[in-house]
């Protein structure tokens, strides 16, 4: 049974830091890339970042780039998502999925989502 767990969201300060994790079990960790996905308030899901099967390629949306650092450690089958110098727009409930194609995919190749993990940035 796939599942993915999300931790580490929580409230900061602007310009502040968090750690989100993702740990993933039920299927081989490494042969998939994995993504984050996020849904701020009132908004649709907007996606932010991925990171290939063997950590060799990752991508990142505009809005998040140069601040957001996307890693993994297949031997823990765990994705983080590193968020640094924090807006108060990036507040949002945080998802990691699975992506079940070859690449990055859209939305509708995701084919597991963790319940997600809520950050909040305010001072």
């Known amino acids: 049974q796939v599942q993915l767990v999300e931790s580490w969201g929580g409230l900061a300060q602007p310009g502040g830091s968090l750690r989100l994790s993702c740990a993933a079990s039920?299927?081989?960790?490494?042969?998939?890339?994995m993504i984050w996905v996020r849904q701020a308030p009132g908004k649709g899901l907007e996606w932010v970042s991925g990171?290939?099967?063997?950590?060799?390629?990752?991508t990142y949306a505009d809005s998040v780039k140069g601040r957001f650092t996307i890693s993994r450690d297949n031997a823990k089958s765990t994705v983080f998502l590193e968020m640094n110098s924090l807006k108060p727009e990036d507040t949002a409930l945080y998802f990691c999925a699975k992506v079940s194609v070859m690449g990055w995919g859209t939305l509708r190749d995701y084919d597991y989502w963790g319940q997600g993990t809520q950050v909040t940035v305010s001072a």
């Open positions: 039920g299927f081989m960790f490494k042969n998939y890339a």
């Open positions: 990171v290939s099967g063997d950590e060799s390629d990752n």
